[in-house]
């Protein structure tokens, strides 16, 4: 095998690890997708047919799925085209309403407590053009709308949405249910992280079976990788294929 081959087919393997999705729950694939449904895999594995990452990784992930299979994909593709896995809004807003990112310092954190939270949503930035109490917003293009659309209740988004275009309700009243919303949500995370606190062992535990079982579909893909491209492993002494 020559220096190249090998250093593509690291490339290809880094990537199958980059992208495998962790979420046991993810969403499954459409079953009318004859590229993904090119693999028989358990739909519950982990695999890099679901992405729940950032959109242009999504992009750049297919595009270079699409090449790969075009250049060694016959007679049948190798790798699936990876699916987005994209909640209601696209992108989950800070508090300024720019993508919410630490290095922004607008973040509403896992740990934050429920006072916390609900001071953060007080002062998040809302649809510019509803200056005043009377005037009509529009959830679409405000990021406490983004964050009802997330994590809100279809009746919440109803209210919302009727009230926020007709100015029937205030923004603070609005910024109090999206609180109300993820506290929801991150109250029992918080719970659960205390076991996790009191004992490290436990996450460890689950972060090394997570790592193992990525291995193993790292390992089968890499096969599929090598034979479609005809290479082997053959000529390192002691390593297994
Ligand atoms: S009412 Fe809610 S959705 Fe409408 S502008 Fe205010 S905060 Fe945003």
């Known amino acids: 095998m020559k220096r190249i081959e090998l250093a593509i087919a690291l490339a290809f393997a880094l990537i199958e690890l980059s992208t495998a999705s962790f979420a046991q729950d993810s969403q499954p694939v459409p079953?009318?997708?004859?590229?993904v449904n090119a693999r028989d895999r358990d739909?519950?594995?982990?695999?890099?047919?679901?992405?729940?990452?950032?959109?242009?990784?999504?992009?750049?992930?297919?595009?270079?799925?699409?090449?790969?299979?075009?250049?060694?994909?016959?007679?049948?593709?190798?790798?699936?085209?990876?699916?987005?896995?994209?909640?209601p809004a696209a992108k989950l807003p800070g508090t300024d309403g720019r993508k919410m990112s630490k290095s922004y310092?607008?973040?509403v954190m896992l740990?934050?407590?429920e006072p916390v939270v609900r001071q953060?949503?007080?002062?998040?930035?809302?649809?510019?053009?509803?200056?005043?109490?009377?005037?009509?917003?529009?959830?679409?293009?405000?990021?406490?709308g983004d964050l009802h659309k997330i994590f809100s209740t279809e009746e919440t988004m109803a209210k919302v949405n009727e009230g926020c275009r007709s100015a029937g309700i205030g923004c603070i009243e609005c910024k109090g249910w999206a609180a109300d919303a993820l506290v929801q949500v991150l109250q029992p995370m918080q719970d659960r992280r205390k076991?996790?606190?009191?004992?490290?062992?436990?996450?460890?535990?689950?972060?090394?079976?997570?790592?193992?079982?990525?291995?193993?579909?790292?390992?089968?893909?890499?096969?599929?990788?090598?034979?479609?491209m005809g290479m082997s492993l053959e000529f390192e002494p002691g390593r297994k294929q």
């Not at 079953?31 to 590229?35: E, G, H, L």
């Not at 953060?120 to 406490?144: E, I, Q, W």
């Not at 436990?202 to 790592?211: F, M, P, Q, V």
């Open 120 to 144: 953060k949503l007080r002062t998040m930035v809302t649809d510019p053009a509803r200056v005043r109490r009377n005037d009509p917003g529009n959830p679409d293009v405000c990021p406490v």
């Open 43 to 87: 739909p519950n594995a982990v695999t890099a047919d679901r992405q729940s990452n950032n959109q242009s990784d999504v992009e750049l992930t297919r595009e270079i799925a699409r090449r790969f299979n075009q250049f060694y994909g016959k007679p049948a593709p190798v790798f699936p085209e990876p699916q987005p896995l994209l909640t």
């Open 195 to 228: 076991k996790y606190e009191d004992n490290p062992r436990l996450a460890w535990d689950i972060l090394e079976a997570g790592s193992a079982a990525a291995g193993k579909v790292a390992d089968a893909t890499m096969k599929d990788v090598r034979a479609s």
């Open 31 to 35: 079953a009318d997708n004859s590229a």
């Open 105 to 107: 310092g607008n973040t």
């Open 111 to 113: 740990t934050d407590p």
